[in-house]
């Protein structure tokens, strides 16, 4: 067995401003040259064992510590964080706000200048590491102008610059396409290919995460350790289910045909797995299988766009003769890489923009003639981070607020806040303040004050970026019931194909500012041109398809058909249980861990 | 990004940009200085022929720099110079030392060949002190300022925090036009059509979630910070500092010398022989100058006065 370099015992924090401890008995061992995923939802306090491990728990964030955690053989309570600084280097998920350079060069250089090692020796330390993660091109390049993905890798090669054999990976998927999110993984393995080099990635993304191969699972909830093993072994239980991890999609196909997991070799990688013959027996039965359909209906037209061009100044076009249509009723998915247009064209039926061309009708009146605060009222427009919308002290004034600006009166403001309220579960918790509420809650506060105006649309600006898969689903389905039970159309804006498989039944594909392909969802995800035009990723229900020498289309129709079915079969169970979520206990690390995304 | 205004975040290929952050930052202090020292517009004419021989030497984009100096001559050149004439039509004689009228309007308003002078050096020192700080903005970018501060033994944290806020200050902007968009969807009015008051209030309730906001990205990046070493030496280097050029090496010494000009300036011109009044003027002569308390001349002071 290899070396420990990192070693928990009887470990228990407890941050100084809360009631209860953060972490329990935490006994864990990391060797060297191991590649560990650390799995769990917000709030079971895998970022703060992050922490412990880099210094900045106790150097940054006061608490109470028990037992011990050793990095390298030294106990990290006699340490400091700058000596942690070099044995272990940390990703954060944030990686905008980790890039402190103005440069790409010198944001490499960064912890080196704080060496002091002098400029000619730092010269082409920069270089090799940009070259490791892909940037050698990019030296000069500013903040201003990368994306997400780029300055994720230049984060990872700040941190090699201190040669640091600990890299902690604090969720390094939440800012990213799923191309980058694809490329981030390929890099993260190329880095542990080095067998003096120790990998911790922090994530909930499991089938994401497992696009490589990982040593070792170990999955937290509530500040405990639940499991400590193999992917493959994780996968086989039922550990993921009951704390609340997204499966990969093709287990979960693997499932609803009956398959026992068991007999299948490599059950961690699609492209690598062995299938038992009764496993694949059982798949190929399963897709042949018919289940009814389900067809949208189409409601009236509510918003119009027709040949729209648009470009923020007259060098570059960000939309080019793009023309669709939403309907009454619809669940859309506006998909595309970042600055494919997507936000634009939000920004357009919003009218925070306007058409340099071509014309948007919204309820059948030409948006020209409207103000943003007029087509407000009919296209509600949800942004990422509810923090960047949040304005009151309560619930109840937040949801009103609205209202409140249009002079409404006093006992319609509050039949409507209340409609909003109970549609968004918030009813019960109108009192409390804004800033005791997880994220997911806030997020839900968002769309209540969006809702208030009755809108006939409501776009959600990546409604699952930073959120759990937990949150995330309560999101969903509570979307689902605005859609199902009150004909709201939703409108998502987002890269993540889960969500736009599961809970869309039409997407927009943009790329460079043209519409690529518009068309059922389960089409577009089957189509592998398109796909890669737009930067997006296959579900691996894809790779399934392949693997059993089926035609994806109709695996992934299938599929998203038999989960209807099944939600259908459900139907009232899923509402008692949605109905039980609103008390839930809120804990503060999970606000935390949410709102940093 | 089109808020990065006159701002450049990479250097440029001329000789100027390619000094380090080190030299511009020690030209933009002595050249200011110099330029506050002395009320000669003799002077100041030889003290500005470098910065602007410097910004044609940039080969700038001139737009942005016709404008600032458009909105300068309009702001401190017309505006400031009539409200000068109008509160205090005879600062000539306690600035420049005489009282030559040439036109009169009334007792309290009239227009003297000193103050007209006066006018015209203060305008001249200004747009001179102007041109070096688009000089030296022109050539700079934020790093190489940081570095350069750095240079001059002002503390690394601050320079840190000078590079900090180029950092940051675009993306606050754009986060506030985000929220601002997500508010007059809500129903904030923030046109023309609401009063001025209405309107200071709604962009003050902006502030609320961009403030919440933009303090949860402090605490990321102060821990990014920390994770990285900041702040564990009493010193720390710079990339952006690079060797120096040989423009380096020949300024530095030039530097020496302008150093040791402007102090035997001041101390001959200002402490040990001094100008009996602010401004020195072609049209008088040293014996003729007439010496009056600042307070005296403001006209403003005779109307509420007497």
Redesign the interface.
């Given at each position: 067995m290899a070396d420990t370099v990192i070693r928990f015992k009887d470990f228990g924090f407890q941050y100084k401003v809360q009631q209860k401890p953060t972490l329990y008995d935490i006994n864990l061992e990391i060797h060297k040259g191991e590649k560990v995923l650390i799995l769990g939802g917000s709030g079971s306090g895998k970022s703060t064992l992050a922490n412990c491990i880099n210094g900045l728990i106790p150097f940054s964030y006061e608490g109470t510590i028990t037992g011990s955690v050793e990095v390298n053989g030294h106990e990290t309570k006699g340490s400091s964080i700058y000596k942690l600084s070099k044995e272990v280097g940390t990703v954060l998920q944030d990686s905008d706000a980790q890039f402190v350079g103005l440069s790409v060069a010198e944001d490499i250089a960064f912890a080196m200048e704080n060496e002091c090692i002098p400029r000619s020796q730092m010269v082409p330390i920069v270089e090799e590491h940009a070259a490791t993660v892909g940037m050698q091109d990019f030296l000069k390049a500013v903040p201003f102008d990368l994306s997400g993905g780029q300055k994720q890798k230049v984060g990872i090669a700040g941190v090699l610059g201190s040669n640091v054999d600990i890299l902690i990976f604090d969720e390094p998927l939440a800012a990213l396409d799923p191309r980058m999110g694809e490329m981030a993984i390929e890099l993260i393995d190329q880095l542990a290919q080095d067998k003096e080099r120790t990998i911790v990635i922090i994530e909930h993304r499991l089938e994401d995460v497992l696009h490589r191969r990982v040593d070792r699972v170990i999955l937290m909830s509530e500040g405990r350790i639940v499991a400590d093993t193999t992917p493959d072994e994780i996968l086989k239980g039922t550990l993921l289910q009951q704390y609340g991890i997204r499966e990969p999609l093709y287990i979960t196909a693997m499932k609803y045909a009956g398959c026992s997991l068991e007999g299948n070799d490599g059950l961690s990688s699609i492209d690598n797995m062995v299938f038992s013959n009764e496993s694949r027996e059982k798949l190929l039965r399963f897709f042949e299988s018919q289940v009814e359909s389900h067809e949208p209906h189409l409601g009236e037209e509510l918003v119009a766009v027709k040949d729209v061009s648009f470009s923020y100044d007259d060098s570059r076009k960000v939309l080019e003769d793009v023309s669709f249509t939403i309907h009454k009723g619809e669940r859309i998915a506006v998909v595309g890489r970042n600055g494919a247009g997507k936000s634009t064209a939000a920004k357009l039926i919003c009218g925070i923009c306007r058409p340099n061309k071509g014309s948007i009708t919204i309820d059948g009146k030409d948006a020209k003639g409207l103000s943003i605060k007029e087509i407000g009222e009919r296209v509600g427009y949800v942004m990422q981070n509810p923090n960047q919308m949040i304005v009151k002290d309560t619930i109840k004034n937040e949801v009103e607020y609205a209202l409140t600006l249009r002079n409404m009166p006093r006992d319609q403001i509050i039949a409507r806040a209340t409609d909003a309220l109970n549609a968004c579960s918030l009813f019960p918790m109108r009192n409390w303040p804004v800033d005791t509420v997880s994220y997911g809650q806030k997020k839900r506060i968002t769309v209540a004050s969006i809702l208030v105006l009755q809108p006939d649309v409501i776009i959600l600006d990546e409604p699952s970026a930073g959120q759990d898969y937990r949150s995330y689903t309560e999101i969903m389905k509570f979307l689902d019931v605005l859609n199902k039970e009150y004909g709201k159309t939703i409108v998502f804006i987002t890269h993540d194909m889960h969500l736009a498989l599961e809970n869309t039944d039409r997407a927009i594909v943009f790329t460079d500012g043209r519409l690529l392909k518009d068309d059922r969802t389960f089409a577009v995800l089957a189509d592998n041109d398109t796909i890669e035009k737009a930067n997006l990723k296959q579900t691996s229900l894809y790779r399934l398809a392949q693997r059993l020498g089926l035609e994806p289309e109709r695996v992934i129709r299938h599929f998203i058909d038999y989960e209807n079915y099944r939600s259908r079969e459900k139907g009232n169970a899923k509402d008692e249980e949605f109905e039980g979520k609103e008390l839930e206990d809120v804990e503060a690390e999970d606000s935390k861990e949410g709102g940093q995304a | 990004?089109?808020n990065?205004f006159l701002i450049n975040?990479?250097?440029g290929s001329t000789m100027m940009h390619k000094l380090t952050g080190g030299t511009k930052v020690l030209l933009f202090v002595l050249f200011t200085i110099a330029i506050i020292a002395t009320f000669d517009v003799r002077v100041i004419a030889v003290l500005s022929i470098l910065p602007i021989a410097a910004i044609i030497s940039m080969k700038p984009n001139y737009k942005p720099i016709r404008f600032m100096i458009g909105f300068m001559v309009l702001v401190v050149g017309i505006i400031g110079s009539l409200m000068l004439l109008l509160v205090s039509p005879n600062a000539g004689l306690t600035n420049v030392g005489g009282s030559t009228v040439i036109w009169r309007l009334g007792e309290n308003f009239f227009v003297t060949k000193e103050t007209l002078w006066y006018i015209f050096a203060m305008f001249v020192k200004r747009l001179a002190s102007f041109m070096v700080v688009i000089a030296f903005v022109l050539a700079t970018?934020?790093?190489e300022f940081a570095s350069g501060l750095a240079f001059l033994h002002v503390p690394y944290k601050v320079c840190t925090i000078v590079?900090?806020a180029?950092?940051t200050i675009?993306?606050i902007a754009r986060?506030y036009t985000?929220?601002k968009?997500?508010?007059?969807?809500?129903?904030?009015?923030l046109?023309k059509k609401a009063s001025l008051g209405k309107r200071l209030k709604a962009t003050a309730?902006?502030l609320?979630?961009?403030v919440?906001?933009s303090f949860?990205?402090v605490e990321?990046?102060?821990?990014?910070?920390?994770?990285?070493?900041?702040?564990?030496?009493k010193?720390?280097?710079?990339?952006?500092?690079?060797?120096l050029t040989k423009a380096d090496k020949v300024l530095r010494k030039l530097c020496i010398l302008f150093t040791i000009g402007i102090v035997a300036y001041i101390v001959w011109f200002r402490v040990i022989n001094p100008w009996p009044v602010t401004y020195w003027s072609p049209f008088i002569a040293r014996e003729d100058i007439v010496k009056v308390g600042r307070f005296e001349t403001l006209s403003i002071l005779k109307w509420f006065g007497k």
């Open positions: - | 990004m089109n990065r975040f990479t250097p970018t934020p790093s590079s900090l180029y950092r675009p993306d986060r985000d929220i968009n997500s508010m007059q969807m809500r129903g904030v009015e046109s309730a902006l609320v979630p961009l919440v906001s949860g990205k990321v990046i102060a821990n990014a910070m920390d994770l990285r070493g900041f702040g564990r030496l010193k720390r280097t710079w990339y952006s500092e690079h060797e």
